[in-house]
Protein backbone atom coordinates (compact mmCIF):
# COMPACT_ATOMS: atom_id res chain seq x y z
CA UNK A 1 0.00 0.00 0.00
CA UNK A 2 2.96 2.50 1.03
CA UNK A 3 4.79 2.06 -2.51
CA UNK A 4 4.99 5.16 -4.29
CA UNK A 5 8.40 5.84 -6.03
CA UNK A 6 9.51 9.19 -7.57
CA UNK A 7 12.56 7.85 -9.36
CA UNK A 8 13.55 11.03 -11.13
CA UNK A 9 14.79 14.47 -10.05
CA UNK A 10 14.60 18.09 -11.20
CA UNK A 11 16.53 21.22 -10.45
CA UNK A 12 14.54 24.31 -10.29
CA UNK A 13 16.26 27.56 -10.83
CA UNK A 14 16.10 28.41 -7.06
CA UNK A 15 17.49 25.69 -6.60
CA UNK A 16 15.49 23.23 -5.09
CA UNK A 17 15.63 19.51 -6.32
CA UNK A 18 12.39 18.03 -6.80
CA UNK A 19 11.46 14.59 -7.02
CA UNK A 20 8.89 13.36 -9.65
CA UNK A 21 7.94 10.53 -11.83
CA UNK A 22 5.36 9.56 -15.08
CA UNK A 23 3.08 6.71 -14.83
CA UNK A 24 2.03 5.47 -18.37
CA UNK A 25 5.46 6.73 -20.25
CA UNK A 26 5.20 3.68 -22.48
CA UNK A 27 2.17 5.05 -24.65
CA UNK A 28 3.80 8.20 -26.02
CA UNK A 29 1.04 9.43 -27.91
CA UNK A 30 -1.17 9.09 -24.87
CA UNK A 31 -2.69 12.70 -23.72
CA UNK A 32 -0.48 14.36 -20.35
CA UNK A 33 -2.38 14.94 -17.01
CA UNK A 34 -0.73 16.31 -14.47
CA UNK A 35 -1.15 16.05 -10.79
CA UNK A 36 -0.69 18.91 -8.34
CA UNK A 37 -1.56 17.85 -4.62
CA UNK A 38 -1.94 20.65 -1.26
CA UNK A 39 -0.47 20.51 2.22
CA UNK A 40 0.30 19.02 4.55
CA UNK A 41 0.58 16.57 1.86
CA UNK A 42 2.32 14.89 -1.15
CA UNK A 43 2.14 13.19 -4.56
CA UNK A 44 1.15 10.15 -2.54
CA UNK A 45 -2.58 11.10 -2.19
CA UNK A 46 -3.07 10.57 -5.37
CA UNK A 47 -1.17 7.39 -5.86
CA UNK A 48 -4.75 5.71 -6.40
CA UNK A 49 -5.93 8.10 -9.09
CA UNK A 50 -2.91 7.87 -11.08
CA UNK A 51 -2.45 4.54 -11.62
CA UNK A 52 -6.27 4.11 -12.80
CA UNK A 53 -5.96 7.45 -15.30
CA UNK A 54 -2.27 6.09 -16.00
CA UNK A 55 -4.52 3.46 -18.29
CA UNK A 56 -5.46 6.17 -21.07
CA UNK A 57 -2.53 8.89 -20.12
CA UNK A 58 0.61 9.71 -19.58
CA UNK A 59 0.33 10.95 -16.08
CA UNK A 60 2.92 13.31 -14.21
CA UNK A 61 3.48 13.52 -10.56
CA UNK A 62 5.67 15.27 -7.88
CA UNK A 63 6.09 16.49 -4.85
CA UNK A 64 6.59 20.43 -4.70
CA UNK A 65 9.45 21.67 -2.63
CA UNK A 66 9.48 21.30 0.56
CA UNK A 67 7.06 18.64 0.88
CA UNK A 68 7.10 14.72 0.67
CA UNK A 69 10.66 12.94 -1.11
CA UNK A 70 11.27 16.55 -2.04
CA UNK A 71 14.03 19.12 -0.69
CA UNK A 72 13.01 20.64 2.62
CA UNK A 73 15.85 23.31 3.73
CA UNK A 74 16.45 26.29 6.13
CA UNK A 75 15.84 29.60 4.37
CA UNK A 76 13.73 27.59 1.64
CA UNK A 77 11.11 29.50 -0.17
CA UNK A 78 7.96 27.30 -0.26
CA UNK A 79 5.61 29.91 -0.98
CA UNK A 80 2.44 29.82 -3.71
CA UNK A 81 3.74 32.05 -5.07
CA UNK A 82 7.30 30.19 -5.66
CA UNK A 83 5.35 26.63 -6.54
CA UNK A 84 3.76 28.32 -9.13
CA UNK A 85 7.44 29.39 -10.39
CA UNK A 86 8.76 26.04 -9.81
CA UNK A 87 5.85 24.23 -11.74
CA UNK A 88 5.77 26.68 -14.86
CA UNK A 89 9.66 25.45 -15.06
CA UNK A 90 8.45 22.04 -14.70
CA UNK A 91 6.18 22.21 -17.35
CA UNK A 92 8.86 23.42 -19.62
CA UNK A 93 11.27 20.62 -18.76
CA UNK A 94 8.93 18.33 -19.03
CA UNK A 95 8.13 19.32 -22.81
CA UNK A 96 4.60 20.13 -21.75
CA UNK A 97 4.63 24.27 -22.56
CA UNK A 98 3.77 24.36 -26.13
CA UNK A 99 0.52 24.77 -27.50
CA UNK A 100 0.64 21.73 -29.06
CA UNK A 101 1.84 19.72 -26.18
CA UNK A 102 -1.02 21.42 -23.61
CA UNK A 103 -1.49 18.95 -20.34
CA UNK A 104 -4.64 18.65 -18.29
CA UNK A 105 -4.10 19.46 -15.03
CA UNK A 106 -5.73 18.28 -12.29
CA UNK A 107 -4.91 20.52 -8.90
CA UNK A 108 -5.98 19.64 -5.25
CA UNK A 109 -5.98 22.20 -1.93
CA UNK A 110 -3.21 24.74 -2.52
CA UNK A 111 -2.15 23.12 -5.50
CA UNK A 112 -5.46 24.80 -6.91
CA UNK A 113 -3.73 27.78 -6.14
CA UNK A 114 -0.37 26.83 -7.60
CA UNK A 115 -2.55 25.48 -10.98
CA UNK A 116 -4.25 29.24 -11.37
CA UNK A 117 -1.32 31.09 -11.00
CA UNK A 118 0.74 29.59 -13.02
CA UNK A 119 -1.64 29.59 -15.60
CA UNK A 120 -3.26 33.61 -15.22
CA UNK A 121 0.76 34.71 -14.25
CA UNK A 122 3.23 32.51 -16.05
CA UNK A 123 1.75 32.11 -19.21
CA UNK A 124 1.22 28.10 -18.37
CA UNK A 125 -0.88 26.80 -20.69
CA UNK A 126 -3.79 23.90 -19.78
CA UNK A 127 -5.88 21.71 -22.47
CA UNK A 128 -8.39 21.30 -19.26
CA UNK A 129 -8.07 21.94 -15.07
CA UNK A 130 -9.85 19.96 -12.78
CA UNK A 131 -10.00 21.48 -8.92
CA UNK A 132 -10.47 19.42 -6.19
CA UNK A 133 -11.28 21.17 -3.15
CA UNK A 134 -8.84 24.09 -4.25
CA UNK A 135 -7.53 26.87 -2.07
CA UNK A 136 -9.16 29.52 -4.35
CA UNK A 137 -11.17 32.41 -2.48
CA UNK A 138 -10.66 34.09 0.52
CA UNK A 139 -10.82 33.03 3.68
CA UNK A 140 -9.62 29.88 3.67
CA UNK A 141 -7.51 27.57 5.73
CA UNK A 142 -9.15 25.75 8.90
CA UNK A 143 -9.54 27.11 11.83
CA UNK A 144 -5.96 24.74 13.28
CA UNK A 145 -4.06 26.12 9.97
CA UNK A 146 -4.60 29.72 10.95
CA UNK A 147 -3.62 29.27 14.17
CA UNK A 148 -0.65 27.45 13.26
CA UNK A 149 0.09 30.25 10.46
CA UNK A 150 -0.11 32.90 13.48
CA UNK A 151 2.38 31.53 16.02
CA UNK A 152 4.64 29.44 13.78
CA UNK A 153 7.40 30.16 16.29
CA UNK A 154 5.35 29.22 19.30
CA UNK A 155 4.83 25.54 17.94
CA UNK A 156 8.16 25.09 16.10
CA UNK A 157 9.60 24.90 19.91
CA UNK A 158 7.08 21.95 20.64
CA UNK A 159 9.33 18.33 21.53
CA UNK A 160 9.51 15.83 18.83
CA UNK A 161 6.36 13.43 20.26
CA UNK A 162 3.74 16.25 21.02
CA UNK A 163 4.92 17.28 17.48
CA UNK A 164 4.14 14.63 15.88
CA UNK A 165 0.88 14.27 17.83
CA UNK A 166 -0.56 17.53 16.50
CA UNK A 167 0.45 16.56 12.95
CA UNK A 168 -0.71 13.23 13.04
CA UNK A 169 -4.37 14.96 14.56
CA UNK A 170 -4.03 17.47 11.63
CA UNK A 171 -3.62 15.11 8.85
CA UNK A 172 -6.51 13.04 10.26
CA UNK A 173 -9.01 16.15 10.30
CA UNK A 174 -8.69 16.03 6.60
CA UNK A 175 -11.08 12.88 6.20
CA UNK A 176 -14.70 12.59 6.56
CA UNK A 177 -14.28 8.40 7.49
CA UNK A 178 -11.17 8.61 8.69
CA UNK A 179 -7.56 7.31 6.94
CA UNK A 180 -6.18 3.98 7.08
CA UNK A 181 -3.34 3.95 9.33
CA UNK A 182 -0.61 3.22 7.48
CA UNK A 183 -1.72 6.20 5.13
CA UNK A 184 -1.92 8.34 7.91
CA UNK A 185 1.93 7.27 8.87
CA UNK A 186 2.61 7.87 5.71
CA UNK A 187 1.52 11.04 5.06
CA UNK A 188 2.88 11.91 8.52
CA UNK A 189 6.34 10.94 8.70
CA UNK A 190 7.96 13.21 6.60
CA UNK A 191 7.03 16.16 8.98
CA UNK A 192 8.60 14.27 11.62
CA UNK A 193 12.32 14.31 10.87
CA UNK A 194 15.23 16.58 12.02
CA UNK A 195 14.28 18.85 8.24
CA UNK A 196 10.89 18.29 8.30
CA UNK A 197 9.74 19.85 11.77
CA UNK A 198 10.83 23.39 11.01
CA UNK A 199 9.92 22.91 7.42
CA UNK A 200 5.83 22.07 8.58
CA UNK A 201 5.49 25.10 10.23
CA UNK A 202 7.64 27.09 7.58
CA UNK A 203 5.13 26.05 4.66
CA UNK A 204 2.66 27.04 7.30
CA UNK A 205 3.95 30.49 7.55
CA UNK A 206 4.46 31.44 4.16
CA UNK A 207 0.99 30.54 2.67
CA UNK A 208 -0.27 34.20 3.03
CA UNK A 209 -3.65 34.34 1.45
CA UNK A 210 -2.35 37.64 -0.90
CA UNK A 211 -1.35 34.45 -3.28
CA UNK A 212 -5.15 33.94 -3.79
CA UNK A 213 -6.39 37.58 -3.04
CA UNK A 214 -3.85 38.31 -6.59
CA UNK A 215 -5.90 36.19 -8.58
CA UNK A 216 -9.20 35.50 -7.66
CA UNK A 217 -10.57 38.69 -9.66
CA UNK A 218 -9.16 36.99 -12.69
CA UNK A 219 -11.46 33.79 -12.90
CA UNK A 220 -13.17 34.90 -15.27
CA UNK A 221 -11.00 35.44 -17.56
CA UNK A 222 -10.48 31.28 -17.91
CA UNK A 223 -11.52 29.90 -21.27
CA UNK A 224 -10.25 26.34 -21.04
CA UNK A 225 -12.74 23.32 -19.86
CA UNK A 226 -13.22 23.71 -15.84
CA UNK A 227 -14.12 21.16 -13.77
CA UNK A 228 -14.36 21.85 -9.76
CA UNK A 229 -15.25 18.37 -7.62
CA UNK A 230 -15.16 18.69 -3.64
CA UNK A 231 -16.00 16.47 -0.68
CA UNK A 232 -19.31 17.10 0.46
CA UNK A 233 -18.21 16.81 4.08
CA UNK A 234 -15.00 19.01 3.94
CA UNK A 235 -14.37 20.60 6.92
CA UNK A 236 -11.36 22.42 5.90
CA UNK A 237 -12.97 24.45 3.27
CA UNK A 238 -16.42 23.91 3.43
CA UNK A 239 -18.38 22.96 -0.53
CA UNK A 240 -19.91 26.56 -0.66
CA UNK A 241 -16.63 27.48 -1.70
CA UNK A 242 -16.71 25.36 -4.53
CA UNK A 243 -20.31 26.62 -5.60
CA UNK A 244 -18.83 30.36 -4.62
CA UNK A 245 -15.81 29.43 -7.43
CA UNK A 246 -17.99 27.68 -10.01
CA UNK A 247 -20.05 30.77 -10.22
CA UNK A 248 -17.15 32.94 -10.85
CA UNK A 249 -15.08 30.56 -14.13
CA UNK A 250 -17.40 30.84 -17.02
CA UNK A 251 -18.53 27.06 -17.93
CA UNK A 252 -17.13 25.47 -15.08
CA UNK A 253 -18.64 22.36 -13.52
CA UNK A 254 -19.17 21.69 -9.74
CA UNK A 255 -19.41 18.14 -8.66
CA UNK A 256 -19.61 17.28 -4.67
CA UNK A 257 -18.93 13.80 -3.59
CA UNK A 258 -20.53 12.60 -1.13
CA UNK A 259 -19.13 10.69 2.19
CA UNK A 260 -15.77 12.48 1.34
CA UNK A 261 -14.06 15.36 3.42
CA UNK A 262 -10.96 17.80 2.27
CA UNK A 263 -8.91 14.26 0.95
CA UNK A 264 -11.42 13.33 -1.53
CA UNK A 265 -8.42 11.17 -3.25
CA UNK A 266 -8.15 9.23 0.47
CA UNK A 267 -12.26 9.04 0.84
CA UNK A 268 -13.74 8.52 -2.43
CA UNK A 269 -11.10 7.64 -4.91
CA UNK A 270 -13.23 5.47 -7.23
CA UNK A 271 -15.43 8.18 -7.65
CA UNK A 272 -13.46 10.86 -7.71
CA UNK A 273 -11.61 8.77 -10.86
CA UNK A 274 -14.45 8.28 -12.70
CA UNK A 275 -15.34 12.35 -12.12
CA UNK A 276 -11.70 12.77 -13.11
CA UNK A 277 -12.14 10.10 -16.08
CA UNK A 278 -15.02 11.27 -17.89
CA UNK A 279 -13.97 14.91 -18.04
CA UNK A 280 -10.68 14.11 -19.48
CA UNK A 281 -12.03 11.92 -22.20
CA UNK A 282 -14.31 15.18 -23.26
CA UNK A 283 -16.98 15.15 -21.01
CA UNK A 284 -17.82 18.49 -19.94
Not at 93 to 103: Q, V
Request: hydrophobic letters at 45%; a negative charge; glycine letters at 10%.
Amino acid sequence: MTQWPLDRTFRSSSGDTVWWTVLGEGQPDAPAVVLLHGTPFSSYVWRGVARALAARHRVFVWDMPGYGASEQRAGQDVSLGAQAGVFAELLAYWGLATEAARPAVVAHDFGGCVALRAHLLHGARYARLALVDPVALAPWGSPTYRLLGAHPDVFAQLPPDLHRALVREYVSSASHPGLHPTVLDRLVEPWCTDAGRPAFYRQIAQNDQRFTDEIQERYGELTLPTLICWGAQDTWIPPTKGRELAARIPGARLKLIENAGHLVQEDAPAELGAALGEFLAGGD
